[in-house]
């Protein structure tokens, strides 16, 4: 049996705000870099693009697709009539045209240029029956962010609840950027179900595609072995989850959903407590101070859950009442069965990372995500040392250290966890904070 890393979800120039540069051939240079093996489509209902790929992926003996050095799995997201997102993956091209035909008179953009993930009104245990019936495999995507997923704000808090009888034929569920395992075992419902760690990136660039993925251990990288590791048959199975840490997420945190700001809690100085009243407000934040910090958010996220609280910068600055949404972390604690996680016995590890052209920007001061002194000092490093990925997991810090003794240190300290974050929050990522 062999590992492969795997990012599942990503998407492709027809999908909105989408790199026109992204394509096979840029997929398969960033893949060499970041050491990974396989990638999933993204957007393979979409005709132009299923055009593409049919021409391009050579299928092998086993099964398996493949353009040069990297192996396919025929991907797509799907949002279905009650606006959840969903990943499926689907074993061959003709399953891929057949699934096409039958959603077709339920969308309205599947055929579309811009149809990349199509909109498809028909309720999610439908969906999942249609999918399962030709043989695809279908599972909830970036499941708990505040827009467009299972569990969003006024959702569902149980995969049962969403999928009812059909809850038997979803083998996956999608962790999203700003959740990790220790806050999704947090829900009991979810103890049987495998958890996939993917990317969703909108770009080729390697601080984008392969920013989170999954180290899968089967005999080759085919649909039917995915297929089997989902369900954790035959020793197949996912090994390790390998993600950003929840808080650099965009929605780890809440915030208002008109000026974006984010809504944090700090201990007040004054002596008498005056709920949520006490606040300063930032560019970026919302501080609420208060006597019991603890307290006061906790008041205050029930109250976020009711739809009670109105954000007061956009009440101050333009006199409108606007409601405050639940970040990822805070919908989990409402829909949590336990404070602490309890990760069942199938439960791989899931590991933290922060994309190497990440830690370089945050240890050289650069602001710029384009910047060709990072790049350059990206492509060094790449060339001395490994993959990304080994370096980020594997490689031995003193071997790192002969390279740069900063970035050394840094991603020694995101290894162990002691690393503080700003979190993100209202489609801003979080950073990581350096005192270097
Ligand atoms: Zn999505
Ligand atoms: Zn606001």
Known sequence: MDSFNADLHIHSPHSIAVSKKLDLDTMVETCKKKGLDI???????????????EKNLKKDSDGAFSYKTVFFIL?????????????????????????????KPYSKNILGEWGGRPRVNLPSTELVD?????????????????????????????????YQDAVKKV?????????????ADRLDSLKNISFLSNSDAHSESPRSLGR?????????????????????????????????????GKYYNMFCNKCRRRVTFGKSEKTRDTLFNDYTISEEFIKIVSQNPLNARKAYINNVSKGKIVCPACKEKINKNIKIKLGVSERIEVI????????????????????????????????????VTVLKSYDKMLNELGTEFDILIDK????????????????????????????GGGGTYGQIQLEI
């Open 212 to 248: 989170e993925f999954n180290k899968i251990k089967m005999e080759n990288p085919s649909f039917d072995e995915l297929a089997l590791a989902l369900e954790r048959k035959n020793q197949r199975k996912i090994e390790l989850n390998v993600g950003l840490h929840p808080k650099l």
């Open 336 to 371: 949590s069965t336990s404070a602490e996680p309890i990760h069942p016995n199938h439960r791989p590890l899931y590991f933290n990372v922060v994309p190497l052209m990440d830690i370089i920007r945050a240890v050289k001061k650069i602001k710029s995500t384009n910047s």
């Open 130 to 162: 249609v999918i399962t019936d030709f043989g695809a495999v279908i599972g909830p995507a970036h499941a708990f962010t505040p827009f467009r997923a299972i569990f969003r704000q006024n959702k569902y808090a149980t995969l049962e609840q969403c």
């Open 171 to 183: 083998k996956f569920l999608e962790l999203g950027l700003s959740a990790n395992t220790d806050l």
């Open 39 to 53: 990638l999933g489509t993204g957007d393979v209902l979409q005709p132009d693009w299923l055009k593409y790929l």
């Open 396 to 423: 031995e810090i003193e071997e790192i250290k002969k390279f740069d003794e900063k970035i050394a240190t840094v991603i020694e300290a995101i290894r162990n966890n002691k690393v503080e974050y700003t979190p």
């Open 75 to 103: 991907q797509t997201e799907i949002e279905d009539l009650d606006s959840i997102h969903e990943v499926v993956f689907f074993p061959d091209f003709s399953t891929v045209r057949e699934v096409q035909k039958k959603l």
